[in-house]
């Protein structure tokens, strides 16, 4: 039975991450049972439910896989090829690669477009306030290297932003959504300082605190590419709705975040 047929549906709750696990799979597809425990180290590595930096990283790591695409689809190729993870925008990455790596190594059965994937999301799903996310296996690994350049910058217009989403398959609705992953991260680079006052959590206060024209609020800072997003008047009326409503931002983030599954 091939990956493609290891269709894992993960509803995970928040309290009860083992579920991920599968009760489903364990009676449908015994030999998904390996997932089961690569859940397990990663559960343990990210800290539980405390969000902490590996998870966060582990975030950021599965849109900069996915995101050298055209129309999207993440094939490992950030892990695969040296010279990806040498790009400017990828610098920060040492940490999840080497953990992720180990892991791969540890199940070499699965590549590391899924490896990178299923870290990302269940990330996601143990933030507190991250959505719940359908995790399915079976990507096949990149033969060549992707170009890390086409990966958007934090001084980009939101004109460029716009146009880089497009070409990954994304809507100008989509690319809001996705930037609420921000939320819960923060600089590791030259600013050592979270996106909102809410780090270690998924939640639409980030929307709310980039709209506010007193600047940052104290301890935050804020990407110029995200105050660039939440002033262009195409993106703007979504910005502000998810900044009013937590439930249509956490809808939307799920169902856009699964493109680049
Ligand atoms: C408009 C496109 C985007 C730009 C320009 C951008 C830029 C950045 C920058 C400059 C950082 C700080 C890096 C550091 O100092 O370590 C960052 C962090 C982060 N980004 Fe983005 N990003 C974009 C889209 C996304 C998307 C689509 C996601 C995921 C869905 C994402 C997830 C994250 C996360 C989770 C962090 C925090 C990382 C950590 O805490 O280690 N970003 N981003």
């Not at 559960?43 to 950021?60: D, E, H, P, Q």
């Not at 306030?129 to 990149?142: L, S, T």
């Not at 004109?159 to 990954?168: G, I, V």
Request: aromatic share 10%; hydrophobic share 40%; with cysteine.
């Amino acid at each position: 039975m091939t990956k493609l047929t290891c269709l894992i549906l993960i509803f995970i709750s928040l309290l009860n991450v083992n579920a991920l696990i599968f009760d489903r799979w364990r009676v449908i597809k015994p030999q998904c049972r390996v997932w089961d425990k690569i859940a397990a180290e990663m559960k343990t590595a990210f800290g539980g439910k405390s969000c902490n930096a590996l998870a966060t990283s582990a975030i950021r790591l599965s849109f900069h896989d996915a995101g050298t695409h055209n129309q999207c689809g993440s094939d490992g190729s950030i892990m695969i090829f040296p010279v990806e993870l040498e790009n400017a925008n990828n610098l920060q990455f040492a940490k999840i690669t080497s953990f992720l790596r180990s892991i791969q190594n540890k199940y070499p059965t699965e590549g590391f477009a899924d490896i990178i994937q299923f870290a990302g999301i269940l990330a996601t799903v143990l933030c507190p306030g991250g959505p719940k996310i359908k995790f399915v296996a079976g990507r096949a690994d990149a033969t060549e290297a992707n170009d890390a350049s086409l990966l958007p910058g934090l001084f980009d217009t939101s004109e460029k932003l716009l146009k880089d989403f497009d070409r990954m398959g994304f809507t100008p609705t989509d690319l809001v959504a996705l930037l609420g992953a921000h939320s819960c991260g923060r600089g590791t680079d030259f600013i050592f300082l979270p996106f909102d006052q809410t780090e270690n959590k998924i939640d639409s206060r980030f929307y709310a605190e980039v709209l506010d024209e007193d600047g940052p609020r104290p301890g935050t800072q804020r990407l110029p590419s995200d105050e660039n997003v939440s002033k262009d008047p195409v993106t703007h009326g979504t910005w502000v709705k998810f900044s009013q409503r937590p439930l249509a931002f956490k809808a939307a983030y799920r169902v856009k975040k699964k493109k680049y599954l």
